[in-house]
């Protein structure tokens, strides 16, 4: 994954399914020794560009990293990834890891087929849509004006890949600006938000960007810098969803799909009370937001970030309920599935991702600080493992070389599987949605 999706270049990686952060240093001429100087740096005043680009790299996979070690989504990811690992693939738990690895590769077969490289767009819609294979989700359907009517000119599904690589590019984009705002260069700030927005208009990468470009649209008066504040605050806030508290206000959900099929609708309302979807969830989160920003403003003078945390939390409240009241109701849920999870881990012996969560559990969400972060060693290009400032104490090399033919094994097993996601078909969810509504009990069959 992230390869070289954001740059021309492949200027590094973060595998997945062995946890291996590695980053090519040889392409951008940075040695071992200054490579390992750039990463324990206390400022990045002397970075070269070249340098800049290194440390970039190196800040986007280490999100995926956190992200896939130390959020609720991603503690449970591990679980159920080295479930896999260390029983050989064994089918049952190839069965479950399944739904968390289709949730981001699922959609990867649903874009629609284009000739051209790039394309122009005037607007986005968020469509709910289901496949047999991968169930419910949100399509994005780009459409350009043409002669008095908006014409589809690309169609992308929404997927978890989307979240966690609009989540580190962004991340990877926040740092760059702040750099280049440091220098007060003005050259680098402008290039630097051209290059993203012309990014957005490449039709191969849709999967990836759908998210950010989603943002730029309905968020388009923004400046850039909160734009990517936006993305990263409701990524880290979904991947870190409590499963018990990701309910959304049916309401909204009704009025927001009137036009989608009743059994869709009831689908989704289901996978989200059961913590799937999390990609389907932050599109929503998205567009609550922006009727937000619209009917109440901003204060301008006021602080962006606590602002923008409060109503993404407000999004999520029904009528009468107290935003204090559930941000603390919110933060106890995380924390016991947080501490459960991690204790999980301990018993499956899960140590790599056990150190990454107990260690950054306390990290800040969204004030993101590489000073801050346990990371385990990194892999250059060239052949050394090298350190970031607090590093976890674990052999990295040793584990890549413990895991990686049966990671290369799962990888095949997952590509030949042919339903991509489990899940239940609409008419049942739909018909227990129902039954749980009338307060109906006993055991029901659903014939295939």
């Not at 169930?135 to 992308?156: C, E, M, P, W």
């Amino acid at each position: 994954m992230s390869k070289c999706i954001f740059n021309n270049e492949d200027y590094g990686r973060y595998y997945f399914f062995t946890q291996l952060i590695e980053l090519n240093n040889d392409k951008l001429s940075v040695d071992a020794v200054r490579a390992m100087e750039i990463l324990t740096a206390k400022s990045t005043e002397s970075f070269t560009p070249k340098e800049i680009e290194f440390y970039k790299t190196f800040i986007h996979e280490s999100v995926h990293f956190l992200d896939s070690t130390s959020t609720l989504w991603g503690i449970e990811y591990s679980i159920r990834l080295f479930n896999c690992l260390k029983s050989e693939n064994n089918s049952k738990c190839l069965e479950v890891f399944a739904l968390n690895d289709s949730e981001i590769e699922q959609h990867s077969d649903l874009n629609r087929e284009t000739e051209s490289d790039h394309f122009t767009y005037r607007e986005m819609r968020a469509i709910l849509s289901y496949d047999k294979d991968h169930g419910v989700h949100i399509q994005f359907k780009y459409h350009d004006y043409n002669g008095g009517a908006f014409r589809l000119v690309h169609s992308t599904p929404l997927s978890m890949l989307a979240v966690i690589e609009g989540h580190a590019f962004s991340q990877e984009q926040l740092i760059a600006l702040e750099i280049y705002e440091s220098r007060m260069d003005c050259v680098s700030l402008g290039l630097l938000e051209k290059k993203y927005k012309t990014k957005l208009e490449e039709i191969n990468t849709t999967e990836y960007t759908c998210v950010l470009a989603f943002v730029e649209q309905i968020f388009s008066e923004l400046e850039f810098k909160k734009k990517l504040k936006i993305v990263i605050y409701a990524c880290e806030l979904v991947l870190n969803m409590p499963t018990l508290m990701s309910t959304f206000p049916e309401g909204i959900i009704d009025g927001l799909f009137r036009n989608s099929d009743p059994l869709l609708i009831s689908s989704l309302k289901m996978e989200f009370g059961r913590g799937m979807n999390r990609s389907s969830l932050l599109c929503l989160m998205l567009i609550v937001l922006q009727f937000s920003f619209e009917k109440d403003p901003i204060d301008e003078q006021g602080n962006f970030e606590s602002q923008l945390e409060d109503r993404l939390f407000s999004v999520f409240l029904y009528e009468g309920q107290d935003l204090s009241r559930w941000k603390e109701q919110f933060f106890m849920m995380w924390e016991m599935e947080y501490d459960h999870g991690c204790q999980l881990l301990a018993e499956k012996e899960i140590e790599l991702a056990r150190l990454s969560a107990v260690g950054n559990k306390n990290k800040s969400w969204h004030n993101f600080n590489i000073s801050n972060v346990l990371l385990p060693s990194i892999a250059l290009s060239t052949g050394e493992f090298v350190c970031s400032e607090n590093n976890i104490d674990y052999d990295m090399e040793k584990h890549y070389y413990e895991y990686s033919d049966n990671a290369d094994n799962l990888q095949r097993l997952l590509e030949q599987r042919k339903g991509k996601k489990p899940h239940l078909r609409p008419y049942v969810y739909h018909d227990w949605l129902e039954r749980i509504k009338r307060g109906d009990t006993g055991t029901k069959f659903y014939p295939e």
